[in-house]
């Protein structure tokens, strides 16, 4: 009996989050929850290394026409460790920025940046001034070559950086100055409150941020784009009401005047952090559509962004187009 007593304790709690995540998922999305315009897609370095041409160019316009997406987030980096941009990362970069303004008017290109980040990862050390300016030059450095704006994945920063704060404060001076959005890729919010301390604590892993903290960066960029997924969820059911608990979480703090996207994984893997079966594009459109229709249903400040170009399949884009563009 002592044993089933204790098996219960453990089990209650799951089985009370699952409950909740079913909640959320639940009901019918308001017909005012479509796309906005301000759609995005991660795009993989092939597009400015020398691998694409003219036709790809063609075959991602067709792709792209009659859905939301206004931005491509085109991978140019990595960043060196100290910061810095090898010019010889993107020599097709004038190229593509050029290829779309004539394909697709009207869509902007922003270079990707990213590298893994310290303490986690041997990588940038943010707190640290000149790394900070050297990834401030190599923006600039982007925004010389032609890309219209700025887009970080650094990653794992955990939750209450200074450098991280610090670095945005910097480059963005430099971005606005000018008149080119920076954006970032953000980790998901604290589902229950504290539980970034505890996965640091425990597995010495920053996968959330608070928050506020989340708020803090927020106000420092045009866009962010949270990465909702790899979410370790067993059921699409789950994984949607936990997309819609995001979206509600960042809602609440993403000022009016900023782009919040909503990241949709158009990839497959079937691993303890991500279930293929589960972690569909249907259900996180669906999981948006309900949050926002709950919690800022005339915001048009809002966007779902497809990660990523190279393992999108037909069933992935017409999950977003159905779901979202229709």
């Not at 097709?92 to 394909?103: E, K, M, N, S, T």
């Not at 310290?118 to 990588?123: L, R, S």
């Amino acid at each position: 009996m002592a044993a089933l007593i204790a098996l219960v304790v453990l089990l209650l709690p799951v089985g009370v989050a699952a409950a909740a995540l079913r909640l959320e998922y639940a009901g019918e999305p308001s017909a005012e929850a479509r796309t906005r315009g301000r759609d995005a897609l991660w795009l993989g370095h092939a597009w400015v290394d020398g691998r694409k041409s003219d036709g790809d160019v063609a075959a991602l316009a067709a792709q792209l026409a009659g859905t939301g997406i206004r931005d491509l987030y085109v991978h140019t980096g990595p960043l060196e460790h100290d910061g810095s941009l090898p010019a010889t990362a993107y020599p097709r970069a004038a190229w593509f920025v050029a290829a779309v303004g004539r394909a697709m008017p009207g869509v902007r290109v922003q270079s990707w940046l990213g590298d893994v980040v310290e303490p986690e990862k041997t990588g940038l050390d943010l707190d640290e001034p000149a790394v900070r300016e050297r990834i401030a030059a190599s923006a600039q450095q982007v925004l010389d070559a032609g890309f219209a704006g700025v887009h970080f994945d650094l990653e794992p920063v955990r939750s209450g950086s200074p450098g991280w704060l610090s670095l945005l404060d910097q480059v963005h001076a430099g971005t606005a100055a000018r008149g080119a959005p920076l954006s970032v890729a953000a980790p998901q919010i604290d589902p229950l409150p504290g539980l970034h301390s505890a996965g640091i604590a425990l597995a010495d892993h920053g996968k959330w941020w608070s928050q506020a903290y989340f708020a803090e960066t927020a106000r420092r960029v045009e866009q962010i784009a949270v990465m909702s997924y790899d979410t370790s969820m067993p059921l699409e059911s789950l994984y949607g009401g936990y997309v819609a608990q995001q979206t509600t979480l960042a809602l609440e703090v993403t000022p009016p005047a900023v782009d919040l996207l909503m990241g949709l994984p158009a990839y497959w893997d079937d691993t303890p952090g991500h279930r293929g079966s589960a972690e569909t594009v249907r259900a996180a459109v669906r999981g948006a559509r309900l949050a926002l229709g709950r919690e800022a249903p005339a915001r048009q400040t809002f966007g779902l962004a497809l990660y990523v170009d190279f393992t999108a399949t037909p069933e992935h884009w017409s999950a977003y187009r159905r779901g979202w563009c229709a």
